[in-house]
T-cell receptor, first 118, second 111 residues
Framework: EAGVTQFPSHSVIEKGQTVTLRCDPI?????LYWYRRVMGKEIKFLLH????????ESGMPNNRFLAERTGGTYSTLKVQPAELEDSGVYFC????????????????FGPGTRLTVL | DAKTTQPPSMDCAEGRAANLPCNHS???????VYWYRQIHSQGPQYIIH???NNETNEMASLIITEDRKSSTLILPHATLRDTAVYYC????????????FGPGTRLSVLP
């Protein structure tokens, strides 16, 4: 079974440009999460999708970040315009739907996208 | 803020058991203890989780104290590939709860 995949693995852009990160969850996983780690800090939650709906976006830093999950499959995270402080590693995770009878929805993480804003 | 406390770093000799402690004194009745690890720059990798009973899988064992205020992750025969940052996370079983990561414990397995 394929794991969570993320694209690209690395992205280097200049301040003010736009970048779009993509996450493909494990097939059949309705829950999709975005996290990020900025330099020297801990991994922080950004938002959570259930299928195509945003369940919790309390961790989104500001309105320069836009996440979508059209059709409830893959998700994109767009940063527009990018700022220097957006540099870091962006992780995506997915978990099975609650209705699958799983008492705790263990999240499986992708390898991350390393974003560098110059 | 993370609800757990872990030592910042530990060393372990290759082939020996690595015992990683975690304090979670404010844990609630519906909260599970999860362990993840991050090897170098990879994504966090799930290891194990438990509620109150001890758990074992092919990767590790999780020992939770009777009062549930602390736990220990045991890697029975540590290898160099187990060198990583280990995160102990407390999380409720409410639907769709995200993980709150602390700084974790940096485990160095030494040859």
């Amino acid at each position: 079974e394929a794991g969570v995949t993320q694209f690209p693995s690395h992205s280097v852009i200049e301040k003010g440009q736009t970048v779009t990160l993509r996450c493909d969850p494990i097939s059949g996983h309705d829950n999709l999460y975005w996290y990020r780690r900025v330099m020297g800090k801990e991994i922080k939650f950004l938002l959570h999708f259930v299928k195509e709906s945003k369940q919790d976006e309390s961790g989104m830093p500001n309105n320069r970040f836009l996440a979508e999950r059209t059709g409830g499959t893959y998700s994109t995270l767009k940063v527009q315009p990018a700022e220097l402080e957006d540099s870091g590693v962006y992780f995506c995770a997915s978990s099975q739907d609650w209705d699958s009878g799983i008492l705790t929805d263990t999240q499986y993480f992708g390898p991350g996208t390393r974003l560098t804003v110059l | 803020d993370a609800k757990t406390t872990q030592p910042p770093s530990m060393d372990c000799a290759e082939g020996r058991a690595a015992n990683l402690p975690c304090n979670h004194s404010t844990i609630s009745g519906n909260e599970y203890v999860y362990w993840y690890r991050q090897i170098h720059s990879q994504g966090p990798q799930y290891i194990i989780h438990g509620l109150k009973n001890n758990e074992t899988n092919e990767m590790a064992s999780l020992i939770i104290t009777e009062d549930r205020k602390s736990s220990t992750l045991i890697l029975p025969h540590a290898t160099l590939r187990d060198t990583a940052v280990y995160y102990c996370i407390v999380r409720s079983d409410n639907y769709g709860q995200n993980f709150v990561f602390g700084p974790g414990t940096r485990l160095s397995v030494l040859p």
